[in-house]
């Protein structure tokens, strides 16, 4: 099915699409984000919001790699996201990638969503931020599994 692609982005370590998908804009990073690719992504989330997407879904599934570099990429899309209105929303991430927003916290100020699929349906997912309509967070205190 053909979304319409918006634009993309390469550079050897990285490739990032970009597709409209309903209110949102869905990006699609690819590859390594860290000190020499994050422009790569920066631009085309920062085009997405000059264009009044303010919900941002971005497709981790295929992004291996992610250094403090690219998590401040992605914090300062949430913060302009929220400003507009709106959100970024982290779907399918692997592992490794996950791991760098559990030690440094910022899993706590995203939604987080297993699938792209279940980020684009999320009815939550209007930019309330925060990680309750994809994971919910445990409760201070809370011991159950």
Do not use: W, Y
Not at 1 to 15: F, H, I, K, N, Y
Not at 40 to 65: K, N, T, Y
Not at 74 to 96: T, W
């Amino acid at each position: 099915m053909d979304r319409g692609t918006v634009g993309s982005a390469q550079s050897g370590r990285l490739l990032v699409e970009v597709r409209e998908e309903g209110a949102s804009a869905v990006v699609t990073p690819a590859g390594e984000l860290d000190h020499h690719t994050a422009d790569l992504l920066r631009e085309p989330i920062e085009e997405c919001l000059d264009r009044g997407f303010a919900r941002l879904v971005v497709d981790c599934s295929r992004l291996e790699f992610c250094d403090s570099t690219g998590l401040n990429v992605l914090l300062g899309a949430r913060l302009k996201a929220e400003a507009a209105g709106g959100g970024v929303h982290l779907a399918g991430m692997l592992p490794v990638v996950s791991r760098v927003f559990e030690i440094t916290g910022a899993e706590a100020v995203f939604t987080l969503h297993d699938t792209l699929e279940e980020a684009l349906s999320d009815p939550g997912a209007d930019g309330s931020g925060g990680s309750g309509a994809g994971k919910p967070e445990a409760e201070p205190g809370d011991q159950s599994p």
